[in-house]
C-alpha cells in the first residue's frame, strides 16, 4: 500500500463551489469570505469570527490587538510548532517558554504561573492534536497573579489580567465542558492549511469571548484594518455604488482570505461533522491494536472534553530516538508516512540563537524522543487503517 500522511479530503462538491467562485468573477475577499465566517462564528458559538490567510495571521492579530509589544513577554509551550512563539517576535514581545508536563504534552501548569512576571502580557496555551488544555486550570493561575498585571492597553485595562490566547491550530470541532473550543479563550485562532481536518488550502479564523465591555464589532473592525493595508474599506466595500473613496488609518499589514478559499470552506463545513465522526472511528480502531501493546496513545476523548481528532500522536515507552527513527523507516517501506510532532522549539535553531537550551526543558525532550505520529485522516479506509495499525504494532514488536 502507498499511505501519505495527511493529505486533503477534497469532493466534487468543493470542486464545484470553487469553480462557481471562479466564474462568479469574485475571487478576492468578498461575499463567500463573508459567508464562511458568520456560519463559522455560529458552529463555534461567538458573535463574531474573521477569516484570514492563516492560523499565524490571526495569532499574530490578537496580540496586536491587545497591544502587545517590545518590553512585553509571552508565555508559550516549549513543546509545539514554531508558528505558536514566532508571532510573539512579530510583534516585538519576548517569548518566555515552559515546560511540558512530566505526564502530559500540554504546559507544566505551576510552572507557567510561576513564570508569569509584571512584563507578562499573554499566555499562548496550545490544542495539541485537537486535545483541548485545561482552561480552568489556566483561568485560574491568571486570576491568581492579577495583582502583578500592569496594562498597557485599553482592552488591557477592560481585561485585568495576562489575556489567553488559544493556539487552536488543530482544534475546529472540540470541546471542553460542553463548550466550543473558540468560545473560551480570550482570543481563539484556528488553522485551516491543507493538513487541518477543515482545510481552505491555506487560512484560518480568530475568534474572542471578551468582557461585554469591549464591542465585538470593534475587534471585528481593527482585525480589518490590521489585515487589510489599515484600508478603511475593504474591497467588497469600495465596490458599492459611488463608495470608491477610502482611507488609510495606520501602515499595517496584509493576510485577508479569498473567496475561492471560503468557497472550500462552505462545503468542508457542511461536511464537517462527519469528518469528525469518522476521525473518532479511526482513532478507537488504531487504539484497540496498539495500547494492548503498551504503546501510549494521546488521549482524544474524555469525560470533559472531547479533540478534534486532528492527530493520532503516540508514545512508545522505553525506546531511543534511533530506534524511533528505525521504526519510521521501516513503516516508510511498508508503503506508510508517518511524522514526528514535535520536535521541542528549544533544539531549533532559531531559538537557540534567542538563547533557549533544551536541557532547560527535559519533559518537552523525553517526550519527543519516542514520539511517532500515524497518518489519521478522511480519505483512509477501515483496510488501510488495519494495515497501518498492524504494520506499527508488528515494527515496534520487532524493534523491542
Known amino acids: 500500500m502507498n499511505i501519505p500522511f495527511s493529505p486533503p479530503d477534497i469532493t466534487q462538491e468543493e470542486i464545484d463551489e470553487v469553480a462557481e467562485a471562479l466564474r462568479s468573477g469574485w475571487i478576492t475577499t468578498g461575499p463567500r469570505v463573508k459567508e464562511l465566517e458568520r456560519q463559522l462564528a455560529e458552529y463555534l458559538g461567538v458573535k463574531r469570527c474573521v477569516c484570514l490567510n492563516s492560523q499565524t495571521a490571526c495569532a499574530e492579530m490578537a496580540l496586536r490587538v491587545l ?145 461585554s465591555e469591549i464591542s465585538d464589532e470593534g475587534i471585528y473592525r481593527k482585525v480589518q484594518l490590521l489585515s487589510l493595508h489599515g484600508q478603511s474599506k475593504d474591497a467588497l466595500a469600495k465596490t458599492k455604488l459611488g463608495a470608491w473613496e477610502y482611507d488609510v488609518l495606520g501602515p499595517w499589514y496584509k493576510c485577508n482570505m479569498t473567496d475561492i478559499q471560503a468557497a472550500l470552506g462552505l462545503v468542508q463545513l457542511k461536511r464537517y461533522q462527519g469528518m469528525l465522526d469518522r476521525r473518532k472511528e479511526l482513532i478507537s480502531l488504531y487504539d484497540s491494536y496498539l495500547t494492548p501493546l503498551g504503546v501510549a496513545p494521546l488521549p482524544h476523548y474524555g469525560d470533559d472534553y472531547t479533540s478534534s481528532g486532528h492527530l493520532y500522536i503516540c508514545r512508545v515507552p522505553h525506546i531511543s530516538p534511533e530506534q524511533r527513527n528505525e521504526i519510521i523507516e521501516a513503516m516508510a517501506e511498508c508503503g506508510v508516512a508517518t511524522n514526528v510532532h514535535y520536535k521541542p522549539l528549544p533544539m531549533m535553531t532559531a531559538y537557540k540563537d534567542l538563547g533557549f537550551d533544551i536541557a532547560d526543558y527535559p519533559n518537552a525532550y523525553a517526550r519527543f524522543a519516542n514520539e511517532i505520529t500515524l497518518p489519521l485522516h478522511t480519505c483512509l479506509t477501515d483496510e488501510e487503517a488495519r494495515y497501518v495499525a498492524s504494520s506499527f504494532a508488528e515494527i515496534v514488536e520487532g524493534v523491542r
Open 67 to 211: 497591544g502587545v509589544g517590545p518590553g512585553d513577554e509571552v508565555i508559550v509551550p516549549a513543546y509545539t510548532y514554531t508558528a505558536s512563539a514566532s508571532v510573539i517576535c512579530h510583534v516585538g514581545a519576548t517569548p518566555v517558554m515552559v515546560d511540558c508536563a512530566s505526564d502530559s504534552l500540554e504546559m507544566d501548569y505551576d510552572a507557567m504561573a510561576h513564570a508569569i512576571t509584571e512584563r507578562t502580557k499573554a499566555v499562548i496555551p496550545v490544542d495539541l492534536g485537537g486535545v483541548p488544555c485545561d482552561y480552568d486550570t489556566i483561568f485560574a493561575a491568571l486570576e491568581a497573579k492579577r495583582d502583578l498585571f500592569h496594562p498597557a492597553s485599553d482592552i488591557q485595562e477592560t481585561l485585568g489580567r495576562v489575556a489567553v490566547c488559544e493556539d487552536a491550530a488543530h482544534a475546529l470541532g472540540s470541546t471542553y465542558h460542553g463548550r466550543m473550543i473558540g468560545s473560551i479563550a480570550d482570543f481563539t485562532s484556528f488553522s485551516f492549511h491543507a493538513v487541518k481536518n477543515f482545510t481552505t488550502a491555506e487560512g484560518g479564523c480568530l475568534t474572542w469571548n471578551l468582557p
